[in-house]
């Protein structure tokens, strides 16, 4: 090609190059501007979505806004019971001594596990055995073989709605009388006659009666003596399902009587106490020994003697909260203790709240919406022997709760001990003369 050729073509070229770019420059301004569109409606979408959080923010602040002043209602305006007063209690004993640390309690022997709910108390008669469990109740056990006694309560329940008991029944200290017959506290209807080999039951003395001004409310635990009368405990001016609201309440209605089921009279020998639960004749019947279960001590009644009538402490500052109490095999007694308490553990609820009343009202107000096991961090349990001057001679333990829990009573059978439980499903075994 020419020059003269080139020059001509030239502008030709330019202009169709010209042409080109502005396509290009076009298509990137029109892609430009979707762009803009794109982060627009992006902005769009995200001013969207942030408007939506923060009405979704707006609307649960307003509604646990609304929700306070409902639950402070419910909290403080609910009828129930007084504000509850200060306890006090000595600093909880160290594990040392005759109360080393140990797992003994860690061999025992579980029985008839999953086949009994609660058997809260243990009588062993000529190699047969008699408890009472959470679904109302009384069984014999020999050679292995339960068989049920009778039935205390108003329907047949299966134990596991503790809400249910009074309708259900929950048999609780029972003992032997002077004629054979099975004497049995069932705490919502009251105290009864049971004849083992029929099943007939006979109501001795009916809860609700009034004593000095104040109804039974909360039978619990029993002993006879020889004479045929019968030591009671009536625990709390709550009821057996509610006894943890004894605890929160703080004040001592607990209360140690005494009937005479040929007068038909009941006496007071005992008042003030916190949580009476409990209760043991000595070998030769001059005094009785009752457990208070929140003050962590054991009194001792005197019956005769000089002191006949007046009361003293037996033993106090136990590592645990008493139960029950048994006679044992070598002449003291043995103590059970669901609980535990001692100088080092992570918490004991006992004594936590001993000073803490505004907390404990708050739990009293919330009682029937939160778990028992709330105001039970701790599932150790102990059994302590004492002396016959309420020494501890031995302890056996499980302080964890990894094997038993809740034992709330001592059979001692000749060494051999048979545990009981208020909670668990099983009997439990141990021969001491191993350990």
């Known amino acids: 090609m020419s020059n003269e050729e080139y020059i001509r073509q030239r502008p030709q070229q330019q202009r169709l190059l010209d042409e080109g770019n502005g396509d290009n420059q076009r298509l990137r301004q029109q892609q430009q501007h979707q762009q803009q569109l794109g982060r627009k409606r992006e902005n769009g979408n995200d001013d969207k979505k942030s408007t939506e959080v923060s009405l979704r923010k707006i609307i649960i602040a307003a509604s646990v806004i609304s929700v306070i002043p409902l639950v402070i209602v419910y909290i403080l305006l609910i009828p129930e019971n007084s504000y ?10 160290p594990l040392e001594g005759s109360l080393s640390a140990n797992s003994f309690l860690s061999s025992a022997k579980k029985l ?10 243990i009588v062993h008669q000529k190699g047969h055995f008699y408890t009472g469990t959470a679904d109302g109740r009384i069984l014999h056990i020999h050679n292995g073989v339960i068989q049920t006694v009778a039935r205390l309560g108003k329907e047949r329940c299966d134990g596991s709605i503790y809400l249910a008991e009074p309708s259900c029944g929950r048999p609780l200290g029972m003992k032997f009388d002077p004629d054979g017959y099975l004497v049995v506290i069932e705490p ?17 003395l009916p809860s609700g009666v009034m004593i000095d001004g104040r109804p039974l409310n909360f039978l619990n635990s029993l002993d006879i003596a020889s004479d045929g009368n019968i030591y009671i405990t009536d625990s709390s001016t709550y009821q057996c399902r509610d006894f943890v609201m004894d605890l929160l309440d703080g004040r001592p209605t607990g209360r140690l009587l005494r009937y005479d089921p040929v007068r038909n009279s009941t006496e007071i020998l005992l008042d003030g106490l916190r949580f009476a639960n409990g209760v043991q004749l000595s070998r030769y019947e001059d005094f009785i020994l009752v457990c208070e279960t929140f003050a962590a001590r054991i009194m001792k009644y005197n019956i005769k003697g000089i002191n006949a009538g007046r009361a003293e402490v037996f033993a106090e500052n136990l590592p645990g909260m008493p139960d029950n109490i048994k006679s044992s095999s070598s002449g003291g007694y043995w103590v059970a203790m669901p609980n535990v308490r001692f100088q080092g553990m992570r918490i004991s609820v006992l004594d936590f709240l001993a000073s803490r009343t505004f907390t404990r009202f708050l739990l ?25 001057k309420g020494d501890i ?11 038993l829990q809740c034992i709330s009573e001592v059979e001692d059978v000749v060494g051999v001990l048979y545990f009981g439980s208020f909670r668990s499903p099983y009997m439990a075994r141990l021969d001491s003369s191993r350990l």
């Open 84 to 93: 509850p007063v200060v306890y006090s209690l000595p600093d909880p004993p």
């Open 112 to 121: 008839f596990e999953g086949k009994i709910e609660g058997p809260e108390t």
């Open 188 to 204: 919502y209807s009251g105290l009864y006659r049971v004849n083992v080999a029929t099943g007939d039951v006979h109501l001795l």
């Open 364 to 388: 009293s107000k919330l009682y029937n919406v939160v778990s028992l096991d709330l105001l039970s961090p701790s599932h150790g349990t102990m059994v302590v022997e004492l002396n016959g």
């Open 393 to 403: 001679v031995r302890a056996l333990m499980d302080l964890e709760g990894g094997h």
